[in-house]
């Protein structure tokens, strides 16, 4: 590597982006630093997909590096292709970091789609794993089914189809306590068995289209009751809501609040997709319980990242200059304190929600997203 911007691109990463990332406080456990920097040091597939994402993250405040950050995707997908068709036991967990990475780059710039292409690959390389070590998955490789399932997960807001990756593709894996708590908090921050929520939900909104007469009305509302009582018991093996939260970290207040903003922000798309777009007391109950839970992490909390889900379904919804207020001010908050292009994508969105809530009665805000801002995915 001798590119001085290249050289400030993975100093950018080390220091700055992997802390974005991880939704962890403790940095000597960021697995995006311990696995990945290493892996990128010795692999040069590796490193222009760390130098393609850094690149990404700074775009925004620094436009030379959106020349970087094209080069180094080009880079990285055209060393792909040839690596995919020779992958074995040895290669597989380098085509995988890369997928991953590549995945990354294209969903947190907000405006492109090709993170689908990244994640269908990542299935395929996910299956050669299990084919190749079962169940006996851990260290880095561990990690890097977590980081799928979550990006999988991440996207389905996008795709409105269950997930790509189910536990039939990866085996579950047997880990300690120690390193499966540490890897879920850096990974997802709240609660995954939560976060995995989002996955019926959004399963649920591509089934809209069966309610054509009354009887499948009625199969889609049994369907809505059982995801509704999903979610009413989520926290039910870890004996309520304190459990879930200390499963991952019994001393960070954050966690908490992040968890209720994104569960009030599930029973409200969840009543979105059942009920439709109009705006209600059930709204507005579930739009006050996601600010009053956002406003109380502070700026640049590791969980920062966890709100931006549940401040675009407010942002949406809310209908009062001082809730809109709340949402716009904590995104363009996050817009310096995350940094990633879909944060200021998905302040647009809801800005273009309130622009034409002056002159329409009910506005739908996923049918925005899905018609303009196809490359947005919300999570």
Known sequence: MTSPHDKALFNHYSTIVASVLSKRPNTSSNPYL??????????????????????????????RMQDRAL?????????????????????VDIALVSCLLLCMSELFDGTSAGWKLHLQGAKRLLSTLKLQHGGNLAGHLNFLVKLARFLDSAATTSTCKPPLIDDATVAKTPETTEDGSSQDASVYGIPKELFHMVDRVNNLASKRGTRVDERSEALFRQEADKVQGQLDNWTYDYGGLAGAVASL????????????AYEWALRLRLHQITEGYSLGDKVTECVKHILDAAQKIRYGSPLESCLLFPLVMAGGACDSLEHRMIVQDRLMIMERTCGFGYIHQSRELVETVWKRRETEAMVNWARIRYEEMSGLALY
Do not use: G
């Not at 997909?49 to 700074?58: D, E, G, I, Y």
């Not at 180094?72 to 690596?83: C, I, V």
């Not at 019994?250 to 209720?260: C, G, R």
């Open 71 to 91: 080069f180094h995707k080009s880079q990285a997908t055209q060393s792909l292709a040839r690596l995919l068709p020779h992958v074995d036991e040895n290669l």
């Open 249 to 260: 970290s019994p001393e960070n207040e954050d966690v908490l609040h992040a968890t209720i």
């Open 34 to 63: 311990s696995y990945l920097i290493p892996m990128a040091t010795s692999n040069q597939l590796i490193l222009h997909c760390v130098l393609a994402l850094s690149a990404t993250h700074w775009q925004k405040l620094q436009p």
